[in-house]
C-alpha cells in the first residue's frame, strides 16, 4: 500500500489507473481505525479496483467543545490495518494541503432540508462541514463508488442528496453498522467510555429494538414510543439529544402513512455522544 500525503501526488497515481479502465473506490475516514472501518473497506473492494482509503481529521465538522483535539490521531497503526486488509492507496492530508487558504473565509456545501435536523441540530455546522470535505475528496480522488457507514444514517443520507444534486458521477454504498458481542455500534468514540459506562452502552441499541418490535407489532404512535424511549434510557443514565422515528428518505418525522421507518437516537453517557439507529420496512413486514 502506498501512502501520500499531496493532492497532486495521489491524482497523478490514479490517473494511470484511470486510463487503464480501472474501477477506483473511496472510503473517507479520520483514522483512529476499527475493525468496523476495515469491513466498510472489505465491502468496498469487492465494488472496485482500486480502493483508496482517506484520513482526515477534519477541523469543520468539530464544533466549540467537541473532542477535534483530543481524537486520536493513529497513522502507522491505521497503515499497519489497511495494508493487511488489501488497501492500495492510503490518502492523509494535512490540514494545511486540504484548506490551503485558511479556515476563515472557507467554500462551503450546505444540504438544506437534511442537515438541520436530528444530529444538526445539536452539532451546528457539524453537516456543513462533512459535505464539504467530502466534496473536496470526491473531487481529489474522482471515485466511480464511494462507501459510507450506516451507523452515520443522517451522514450517509446528506451525502447521497449532496452527490446527486452536484451530479458527481459515482455511486454511494451504505455499509451495515458493525457491532460487538453485546450490539453496542462500533465507533472510535466508545474508547472514551469509562468501564461502568461501557456496561451500560449497549442500552442505546435495545431500545431501538424494543421500539422496532413495537412498531412491528402494530403501534404507531410514534411520538409517544420517542417520548418513552427517551425515558428509558434516561432511567439508564444517559442523557438523550434525541431519540426520533422519522421517513427513512426525507428524515421527517414518520407519520401514520409512512412505510420506510428509520429510528435514530443520540444520547450521552458521561462526555461520550454516541449514535445508533435501525430501519423498519413496514411494506415488507406485512
Known amino acids: 500500500m502506498d501512502t501520500y500525503h499531496e493532492r497532486a501526488a495521489l491524482r497523478s497515481r490514479l490517473q494511470g489507473a ?6 477506483i473506490g473511496l472510503l473517507p475516514t479520520m483514522g483512529n481505525l476499527h475493525t468496523g ?16 482509503c482517506s484520513i482526515f481529521v477534519n477541523p469543520t465538522q468539530f464544533g ?18 489497511l495494508a493487511a486488509a ?22 462551503t456545501v450546505t ?9 444538526g441540530a445539536h452539532r451546528p455546522g457539524h453537516f456543513q462541514g462533512v459535505a464539504s470535505v467530502v466534496c473536496k475528496l470526491f473531487n481529489i480522488v474522482q471515485p466511480d463508488v464511494a462507501i459510507f457507514g450506516e451507523k ?7 451525502l447521497r442528496r449532496m452527490s446527486q444534486d452536484l451530479d458527481f458521477p459515482l455511486r454511494i454504498l451504505a455499509g451495515a453498522t458493525r457491532r460487538a458481542e453485546d450490539g453496542l455500534a462500533l465507533s472510535s468514540r466508545n474508547q472514551y467510555l469509562r468501564p461502568d459506562e461501557r456496561q451500560r452502552a449497549p442500552m442505546l441499541y435495545r431500545t431501538l429494538q424494543q421500539m422496532r418490535d413495537a412498531i412491528l407489532s402494530g403501534i404507531d404512535d410514534y411520538r409517544m414510543l420517542e417520548s418513552s424511549a427517551t425515558g428509558l434510557l434516561e432511567k439508564s443514565g444517559f442523557r438523550t439529544d ?4 422519522v421517513d427513512a428518505d426525507s428524515l421527517e418525522p414518520a407519520g401514520t402513512q409512512t412505510q420506510h421507518l428509520t429510528l435514530l437516537v443520540a444520547a450521552r453517557l458521561g462526555e461520550t455522544r454516541l449514535i445508533d439507529n435501525i430501519s423498519v420496512n413496514l411494506a415488507a413486514a406485512r
Open 64 to 81: 466549540a467543545g467537541e473532542d477535534f483535539d483530543r481524537y486520536p490521531r493513529t497513522l502507522p497503526q491505521d497503515q499497519e490495518q
Open 111 to 119: 444540504v438544506q432540508g437534511l442537515q438541520e435536523g436530528l444530529c
Open 37 to 52: 472501518h476495515i469491513a466498510l473497506l472489505e465491502d468496498l473492494r469487492q465494488a472496485c479496483d482500486i480502493s483508496v
Open 18 to 23: 484511470r486510463a487503464q479502465g480501472l474501477r
Open 152 to 158: 452515520d444514517y443522517q451522514q450517509l443520507a446528506v
Open 242 to 245: 434525541y431519540f426520533s422515528i
Open 86 to 107: 488489501g488497501c492500495d492507496l492510503l490518502f492523509a492530508p494535512s490540514v494545511a494541503e486540504m484548506y490551503p487558504h485558511g479556515l476563515t473565509a472557507l467554500t
